[in-house]
């Protein structure tokens, strides 16, 4: 059972309003075409509301796709209560690989939901993060890819609800970089979420450690609000310029999506209606065709970022607008950026 936020909650999250979003439906376009989506959460907290593995598999069912996979992402979810700090984000994996393996069962549909697993844990443990990986790995049951510890800090975050305080060049300093040092051996990835102006901390880290797997979440975050509200044009042109900087790291994939978040400044939830995928692929053909020409299909891959973005438009139109951005492509460069590419990065196994 899916529930509202609570009253007064800060988020930097768009409020998802079934009602609206059901005044807008499309069937799906290329039906058969397989999906992994490799970017989603799965969360129960009174700030966010709840989106568990049901709602999900509504989402997917209701949107018509030929989702066969899905990745789950971090989020705060289901941390152990007790026991030392720096482990209880095992916990989520935990719930994670629970989800994955009700749906392995095939009692659940065809989808494997969570079939690959991205957790937290805190790299400013150095190399003491180390025990932490080990334990993610055993609970992650075969599925545990890697980690992602959020770099994301801009002073106008106020500006779309982001409240975590976090400290900048995060992953410069040096402590970091000794945990982050542990991932490789173990045969881990790395999900780096940054602002555009943080864009440098990812190249040089990229830089700094080539056999590390790094992909980058949402785009990398062009912001649109704040100081940089009516300034897109001019965040653009620094952010495309840093894309193609980052996408010469040949350890570096992007994300395709997260474009319904707030912090992007994008209004169409403020519509009578919710957007269109026609709508939607206008708007975000700058940023995908520069991520596409930048990294090419065999190094991005579409995401849903559901259930976040999901207070900006419906699961079924986001990826009707992902396949119309597709439009001319050939066969193998699209089942690169809908499956092949996310399948490879996270060892799917598909």
Request: charged content about 20%; hydrophobic content about 40%; some cysteine.
């Amino acid at each position: 059972m899916k529930t509202e936020p609570s009253a007064g909650a800060i988020s930097s999250h768009l409020t998802v309003r079934p009602e609206w979003l059901d005044r807008r439906r499309e069937a799906a376009l290329e039906p058969a075409l397989p999906i992994v989506d490799p970017h989603h959460h799965l969360i129960d907290r009174p700030e966010n509301g709840r989106y568990l593995l049901p709602d999900l598999l509504d989402d997917i069912d209701g949107g018509g796709h030929n989702i066969v996979a899905t990745v789950y992402l971090e989020w705060l979810s289901m941390y152990r209560a007790d026991g030392p700090v720096e482990m209880r984000p095992v916990g989520e994996v935990e719930f994670a690989n629970g989800a994955a393996a009700m749906c392995a069962s095939g009692s659940y549909g065809r989808t494997r939901a969570c079939a690959g697993i991205v957790g937290h844990a805190d790299l400013t443990l150095g190399n003491n993060v180390a025990k932490v990986l080990e334990a993610m790995i055993a609970a992650g049951g075969g599925r545990f890819r890697g980690i992602r510890h959020i770099a994301s800090m801009d002073a106008d975050q106020g500006q779309w609800g982001a409240t975590a305080a976090r400290p900048m060049g995060l992953l410069r300093d040096a402590r970091v970089r000794e945990g982050f040092a542990r991932l490789a051996p173990l045969g881990l990835s790395f999900d780096a979420w940054v602002y555009h102006p943080q864009l440098g901390d990812v190249i040089d880290l990229a830089r700094a450690f080539p056999e590390t797997p790094i992909v980058l979440n949402h785009v990398g975050g062009p912001i649109g609000l704040g100081r940089y509200k009516g300034k897109r044009d001019e965040v653009f042109a620094e952010w495309s310029a840093r894309i193609r900087e980052l996408a010469a790291c040949p350890n570096v994939h992007v994300k395709l999506g997260g474009l319904g978040m707030k912090m992007f400044g994008f209004d169409v939830h403020e519509g009578e209606l919710p957007p269109s995928s026609e709508q939607l692929a206008a708007l975000w053909k700058p940023y995908v065709e520069t991520c596409v020409g930048a990294f090419g299909p065999t190094r991005a891959m579409f995401e849903s970022n559901f259930p976040v973005d999901k207070g900006s438009y419906g699961y079924g139109v986001y990826w009707n607008a992902c396949k119309r951005l597709a439009q001319g492509m050939s066969p193998a460069e699209k089942a690169d950026l809908f499956h092949g590419t996310a399948s490879r990065f996270y060892r799917l196994g598909l």
